[in-house]
Each structure stands twice: as structure tokens, then as C-alpha cells.
């Protein structure tokens, strides 16, 4: 496929999300929109994957940099996290394994639970 | 002629493109996980733009070109799911309520901290979305009266976490399950510790692309609610 045919592709799924994203009352991120409108498309085979291939690749694999200039972005708040560090920095640390713990307790137990299921039904 | 470079976009675009490089580089290098591309890029660009006293609107200029691009980023990552829906619909609910206990302890926990420390309104609505990845996490934060470059750093302390930590997660809290561990990975520190969960196994690095999704969407929608 035409590699400005797949630019065309995704940049208009981005445009169409944009305007979902004004229509709905609420405030939900049009980025999110186009993740889900694009997931619709390739699971209803309307978009194969092959149609966005190598744009989509392009921009996985240099994923990171588009988020720098939001990162330098952060200089201009600097007086404000720096007025309040030492929460931002103990929050940002201590939920990080509480997330791991809940969501890894949570699906092991699912999984082992499922597992015990199956072999009592074999015997 | 200093004026002519300080109102190019270019600028941005090349300062932006050589600050990456540099950090990929140092990376390759060292092979340091702390010397992550994205913190050295930004170290860097942050430098620069001090040291020489450049506006920062000198430099959005050219970078909100790239800040533009966040948009179709996030959306690629729909063919990152599509391309695992066997593992997907092989475990469908653990990977559902995995996310959603996930989304909800991160959420309440930052809420109730936040509560107990006292903390800003503004700084509360930026920390919120710190577990989901950076495009999401800055949109959330952004309509939440919350300020995105915040919401990205704090983004940044969670992911640099849960890449260095990982492995020492899974043994303190007995993870054996593959599966759990990284759904785990993707849930508490997104596309950073997922580089991480791909060492770790094929099944791990699998799971976690796909938390990093569903974690973000179902985080969005509870932001909704609050």
C-alpha cells in the first residue's frame, strides 16, 4: 500500500475521532477514540493490517519521541511540582507496586481459579 | 539572525531530532536503564533552552509539529491488540477484571494520597491518569483542569519504576503466572515497563501491550466519574 494512502488512513481516523470527541458531553480523549475506532475496523476486517503496516510501524518504533516536546512542557510547570516534590514523588513511587500487586494477585487468582475448574471436571 | 532561528520551526525539529539521537546513543552506550533516550532527550532539550535563555515558545514552535503526531501514535496501537487477539481471547476476563482491579486501586490510591498529603487540585488531576500511557494519561489529566506536561512526568517516574523493578515485583510478590505478570507490567507502568516485560518473555511483553490499552480506556472512562 501507497505509504501516504496509510498516512491518509490514520490521520483520517484521527479526524473523525476529534469530532466524536467534541460531540460527546463528556471529556474523553479523542486519542483514545481513535485507538478504539481503529481496533473496530481491524476486528470487523474493514481495515486489514497491511493497510496501515508501515506508518503504524514508524511510529512504534519511535514512539518515545513524539512525546518529548509534552515532556519539555514540563519546564514551564516546574514551579509547580517543585512547590510540592516530595508528594508528587512519593505518590508517583508508592502506587506503582501497589498497582503491579493488585492487578497480578487479581488475574493469578482468576487463572489458578479457572485451572482447578477444568482439572475437577476431568476427573 | 538570532531572530530568524528563534521564530523557525525548524528549530524545534532539529533540536528535538538531535536531543533523540543523543539520548539513543548514550543508551546504546552505557546500555544504563536510567539512560533512558526519552529522559536524556529531554535533559538535554531542557539544557539547551536554559543555558542559551531560549523562550520556550521558541521552541514549541516546531515542537507541536511532533506534539501533533501524539494522536496517530496512540491510535497505532490498536494493531498492537489486533496482532495478539489469540492470546487476548484465550485469557478475555483475567485480562478484563486484571485491568479493571488495576485502573481502580491506581485511581483510588492516588485519590486517597493525594487527599492525605493535601496536595493541589491541579497537581491531583495531573497524577490521576500516572499509570496509563502518556497520550492517554495527558489527555485525561488535561480535561480534568490538570496540566499535561505533569501528567507526563509523572507518567515518566512511574514507568522508569516499573521497567527497573519488574523482575523484583514478580519474586516479592510470588507472580508465576505469565499471563498475571504481564498484565501486571502493562498496568502499573504502561509502554516504559512493557520494553521490560518483552525480555522478560514473549507471553509477558504480549500481556502488557494489551494493559497498556485496556488500562487506558478503562481509566478514561472512570475519569468520567470523577
Redesign the interface.
Known amino acids: 500500500m501507497n505509504i501516504m494512502a496509510e498516512i491518509a488512513i490514520?490521520?483520517g481516523?484521527?479526524l473523525v475521532?476529534?469530532v466524536i470527541s467534541a460531540l460527546i458531553p463528556?471529556?474523553?480523549?479523542?486519542?483514545?477514540i481513535?485507538?478504539?475506532?481503529?481496533?473496530l475496523l481491524?476486528?470487523a476486517k474493514i481495515l486489514k493490517?497491511e493497510h496501515?503496516?508501515r506508518?503504524?510501524a514508524f511510529?512504534?518504533a519511535n514512539?518515545?519521541?513524539?512525546?518529548?516536546?509534552?515532556?519539555?512542557?514540563?519546564?514551564?510547570?516546574a514551579p509547580?511540582?517543585l512547590r510540592?516534590l516530595?508528594?508528587?514523588?512519593?505518590?508517583?513511587?508508592?502506587?506503582?507496586?501497589?498497582?503491579?500487586?493488585?492487578?497480578?494477585?487479581?488475574?493469578?487468582w482468576?487463572?489458578?481459579r479457572?485451572r482447578r475448574k477444568e482439572g475437577r471436571s476431568r476427573d | 539572525m538570532t531572530d530568524v532561528i528563534l521564530t523557525s520551526p525548524f528549530f524545534?525539529l532539529t533540536l528535538?531530532?538531535a536531543?533523540?539521537c543523543a539520548g539513543c546513543w548514550l543508551q546504546k552506550k552505557t546500555g544504563l536503564l536510567l539512560c533512558n533516550?526519552?529522559l536524556i532527550?529531554?535533559a538535554l532539550?531542557?539544557a539547551v533552552?536554559?543555558l542559551l535563555d531560549i523562550p520556550?515558545a521558541a521552541?514549541?514552535a516546531g515542537?507541536?509539529f511532533?506534539?501533533l503526531?501524539?494522536?496517530?501514535?496512540?491510535?497505532?496501537?490498536?494493531?498492537?491488540?489486533?496482532?495478539q487477539?489469540a492470546i487476548l481471547k484465550e485469557?478475555f476476563?483475567?485480562?478484563l477484571?486484571?485491568?479493571l482491579?488495576?485502573s481502580?486501586?491506581?485511581v483510588g490510591?492516588?485519590l486517597a494520597?493525594?487527599r492525605l498529603?493535601r496536595?493541589?487540585e491541579?497537581?491531583t488531576a495531573s497524577?490521576l491518569p500516572?499509570?496509563v500511557t502518556?497520550?492517554?494519561a495527558?489527555?485525561?489529566a488535561e480535561?480534568?483542569g490538570g496540566?499535561?506536561?505533569?501528567a507526563?512526568?509523572?507518567v515518566?517516574?512511574?514507568g522508569i519504576?516499573?521497567a527497573v523493578?519488574?523482575p523484583l515485583?514478580?519474586r516479592v510478590?510470588r507472580?508465576?503466572?505469565p499471563?498475571?505478570?504481564g498484565?501486571?507490567?502493562g498496568?502499573?507502568?504502561h509502554?516504559l515497563g512493557t520494553t521490560r516485560a518483552i525480555e522478560i518473555g514473549s507471553v509477558q511483553g504480549a500481556m502488557s501491550s494489551i494493559?497498556i490499552?485496556v488500562c487506558?480506556?478503562i481509566t478514561?472512562l472512570l475519569?468520567?466519574f470523577l
Open positions: 490514520i490521520c481516523v484521527c475521532s476529534e463528556a471529556a474523553f480523549p479523542a486519542s483514545v481513535a485507538l478504539v475506532l481503529l481496533a481491524l476486528f493490517p496501515i503496516q506508518f503504524s511510529l512504534v514512539m518515545a519521541f513524539f512525546f518529548l516536546p509534552s515532556c519539555v512542557g514540563v519546564m514551564e510547570h509547580a511540582i510540592q516530595a508528594p508528587f514523588l512519593l505518590i508517583s513511587f508508592l502506587t506503582t507496586p501497589l498497582v503491579y500487586l493488585a492487578t497480578a494477585w487479581a488475574v493469578q482468576m487463572i489458578r479457572a | 524545534g528535538t531530532a536531543a533523540w533516550p526519552l532527550a529531554v532539550i531542557i533552552l536554559a520556550y521552541y514549541s515542537g507541536d511532533i506534539k503526531m501524539l494522536g496517530p501514535v496512540t491510535a497505532v496501537l490498536a494493531l498492537n491488540i489486533y496482532n487477539r485469557h476476563l483475567p485480562v477484571a486484571g485491568c482491579v488495576g481502580l486501586t491506581s490510591s492516588i494520597l493525594c498529603f496536595v493541589e491541579a497537581l497524577l500516572k499509570s502518556t497520550a492517554i495527558m489527555g485525561i480535561s480534568h496540566v499535561a506536561g505533569i507526563a512526568a509523572a515518566m517516574v512511574a519504576t516499573g523493578f519488574a515485583f514478580a510478590f507472580i508465576t503466572e499471563v498475571a505478570e498484565l501486571a507490567i498496568a502499573c507502568s509502554a494493559a490499552c487506558g480506556i478514561s475519569a468520567l
